[in-house]
Nanobody
Framework: QVQLQESGPGLVNASQTLSLTCTVS??????????WSWIRQPPGKGLEWMGA???????SYSPSLKSRTSISRDTSKNQHSLQLSSVTPEDTDVYYC?????????????????????WGQGTQVTVSS
């Protein structure tokens, strides 16, 4: 069973860049036909997909966050990372990394709920003004 673990600072100052890492164990991030997403959830609200990187390294982003978001991977460490620039207090959320099967339609594919795919436990990020 694949395991995902998010890590990064729990507190970030406004206007700075948030950096989070997802470490994957029991399975490779290059395993065929899977995509690795970053998803966040504001308090009391639904899930918001931010972007993803496929098993072959192609990235896709939510149009609303594309200008501030970058996702990369380090295959030697079996990790992928999220960077969100110019953060504001509105970026205060729980951030999740997740894996989902994408088959032959990987670009833009992501899990629509926590019952789909495999998820990390999430990490709370607070942006201080």
């Amino acid at each position: 069973q694949v395991q995902l673990q998010e890590s990064g600072p729990g507190l970030v100052n406004a206007s700075q860049t948030l950096s989070l890492t997802c470490t994957v164990s029991v399975g490779s991030i290059t395993v065929l036909f899977y995509t690795w997403s970053w998803i966040r959830q504001p308090p009391g609200k639904g899930l918001e997909w931010m972007g993803a990187i496929t098993y072959y390294g192609s990235t896709s982003y939510s149009p609303s966050l594309k200008s501030r978001t970058s996702i990369s991977r380090d295959t030697s460490k079996n990790q992928h990372s999220l960077q969100l620039s110019s953060v504001t207090p509105e970026d205060t959320d729980v951030y999740y990394c997740a894996r989902s099967f994408c088959g032959s339609r990987c670009p833009g594919s992501f899990p629509k709920s926590k019952s789909e795919g495999s998820w990390g436990q999430g990490t709370q990020v607070t942006v201080s003004s």
